[in-house]
Every structure is written in structure tokens, then in C-alpha cells.
């Protein structure tokens, strides 16, 4: 296979986060933008899939199979990344065909797409769930939804080391903790672990808390066999997966304006909105210093473009 060398990683800027209602409250926020590493294996995916992938070129395998929806940005990086790096790939969608511009680009890429219905989806997590797949694509790995496990914390483990070859870039001598979306909980674990205990990690909950986020991530931790790290999680799902609102959308607008910065509605534009909240309340002192991390996932926003709801 042609995967990237095991020592490639993609470098993203930090930048500073300049919104009016950060002032008032003294907190400053540094914004990992994982978003600009490049055009098509975006935001924090990259990173979650690179130990699958040397995983996988350690077992032989000639590509990956997956599982994703049909906005999936897991899905999206992981087929261009095989179609950039010549492997092949396969990924099981959520529901029942769908045309979107996720998908168009799926099948632009060259991924085999198997749609498994909501009832085949809810199933993966069953044992036995992959032995029909991997008995028909016997040459691929199989990779958790979003590049999750193990593998993929230890993927974001490097953005830990990134941030701080940065610090001084912006005239920072320190930082008090990391806030991010979380979807499956993965780069949260990634960078609590990094982290042990040194700095806390807030985790914006996009999804809500019966998605299992919180056990995934004791899950992770308890494969290292280390102590729990020091990790918090708020809920930002706004009443489900993918629940978008107008109060939400004109807060992406006025944040876009104000920074410059695109963002999306699934999970950084929550993400912001809820630290906005938790700021106010009163969650964070004087002097604060945050890491705010762009997760990426802007090929996302089509889909609610194309239906009217961005």
C-alpha cells in the first residue's frame, strides 16, 4: 500500500480567537485550526485514522473499511485519503441511499458504499457484526465509526506537542486546558492521555449522552491501563444528533463575522455556542487560557446548505 510514512504529520496554525464576549469575562482563547491542514483529509480525522492506517499496513491489508452517515466527515477524509494514497476503501452508511455531497464525493474517490439501513446500523456494535464484511472484503482492516478506539486517540496524541511548540507564537507562557466538540469521544481521550492530568480536557458533548461518548472514553482509557485523566463533558447535542437551530445558526453567523473563521453546525459551531455559555456562567476565572480546537469537518456544512438550513 501507499501510505503516508509513519512519521508525516500534518502541522496546524494556532491562532488567536478574538469575540467581544470573551473580554468582558478575562478568558483568552487559542484556536488549533485542524480545519487548514489540508483541503480534503480535514480537521482532526487525519489524525484519528494515521495509527489505523499503520495498523493496517503492519497486517498486510490493502485498505480500510469503515462506517459513517451520509454527511460522514470520517467517511469523507478516509476516501480521499485512499484515493491520494492508493488504497482502497469501503465504507457501511447509517440509513438508506442518500444523494448527498458527502456521497457524491465518496463515490468520486473510488470508496465501495454499502447502505445498512438504520436497523443494521444500530447493529454494529453487536459481536459478529463485521464477519459477513470482512469475508467479503477479506483485504481491508476494519476502523471504528469516526476512527475511534484506541488507535484513533493515539493519533490525536501529537496535537498536545503541537500546541506547545506554538505557545510562544502567541505570547503565551502557559495554557489552562482544551475545549473541543466531541463525537465519539475519541480525540478527547487522545488528549486527556497526553495531557495525564496536566491540563483539563472539556469535552462539548454534539451528540446526546445515550451515544455512549462518556463510556467510549473510560473505554480507551482503561485499554491503556492508566489512571483516569482529568477530563469534563457538557452537553451541546441541542436535543439529538445533527439538531440544528435558528438560535445557533445566527450564533455561526455573527462568530463567522466577527472572526473570520468558517465554521459548521454539527459540531464546532456547538461546541463554541456552549463554551460561550459556560464562560458566562461563571465556569472559568479571571485570566483563563483556553485551546479551543477546530475540528474540521467543513465539507459537512453542503449538506445543510443544500437543503435550505445554513
Request: net charge negative.
Amino acid at each position: 500500500m501507499l501510505f503516508p510514512p509513519a512519521n508525516w504529520l500534518p502541522q496546524a496554525p494556532l491562532e488567536p480567537l478574538h469575540l467581544d464576549w470573551l473580554t468582558p469575562f478575562g478568558i483568552e482563547v487559542a484556536i488549533l485550526r485542524l480545519d487548514q491542514i489540508d483541503p480534503l483529509i480535514s480537521g482532526n480525522k487525519w489524525f484519528k485514522l494515521i495509527e489505523h492506517l499503520k495498523a493496517a499496513d503492519r497486517n498486510g491489508a490493502q485498505g480500510i473499511i469503515s462506517l459513517g452517515g451520509a454527511h460522514s466527515n470520517h467517511l469523507h477524509a478516509l476516501a480521499a485519503a485512499g484515493k491520494r494514497f492508493g488504497f482502497t476503501t469501503a465504507g457501511l452508511l447509517r440509513g438508506h441511499p442518500q444523494d448527498t455531497p458527502t456521497v457524491k464525493d465518496l463515490q468520486a474517490f473510488g470508496m465501495q458504499l454499502h447502505w445498512l439501513g438504520y436497523g443494521g446500523y444500530r447493529a454494529r456494535h453487536e459481536p459478529g457484526f463485521w464477519q459477513p464484511w470482512l469475508e467479503q472484503y477479506p483485504e481491508l482492516q476494519p476502523v471504528p465509526e469516526g476512527g475511534g478506539g484506541l488507535r484513533g486517540a493515539k493519533g490525536c496524541v501529537p496535537l498536545v506537542a503541537q500546541v506547545r511548540e506554538q505557545l510562544s507564537g502567541l505570547g503565551w507562557s502557559h495554557y489552562d486546558g482544551w475545549w473541543l466538540a466531541c463525537g465519539t469521544g475519541t480525540t478527547l481521550a487522545g488528549l486527556a492521555l497526553a495531557e495525564a492530568g496536566e491540563h483539563p480536557v472539556y469535552g462539548a458533548l454534539a451528540v446526546p449522552e445515550d451515544h455512549g461518548v462518556a463510556q467510549q472514553v473510560e473505554s480507551i482509557v482503561r485499554e491503556t491501563g492508566l489512571q483516569a485523566p482529568a477530563y469534563e463533558l457538557f452537553d451541546a447535542s441541542r436535543g439529538g444528533f445533527a439538531k440544528v437551530d435558528p438560535q445557533l445558526l445566527k450564533f455561526i453567523e455573527q462568530t463567522e463575522q466577527a472572526s473570520g473563521i468558517p465554521f459548521e453546525p454539527l459540531y464546532t459551531g456547538k461546541a463554541l455556542m456552549v463554551l460561550k455559555q459556560q464562560i458566562e456562567a461563571g465556569k472559568f476565572p479571571l485570566g483563563t487560557r483556553l485551546i479551543f480546537i477546530h475540528t474540521g469537518g467543513l465539507q459537512g456544512r453542503r449538506g445543510f446548505e443544500q437543503s435550505g438550513r445554513d
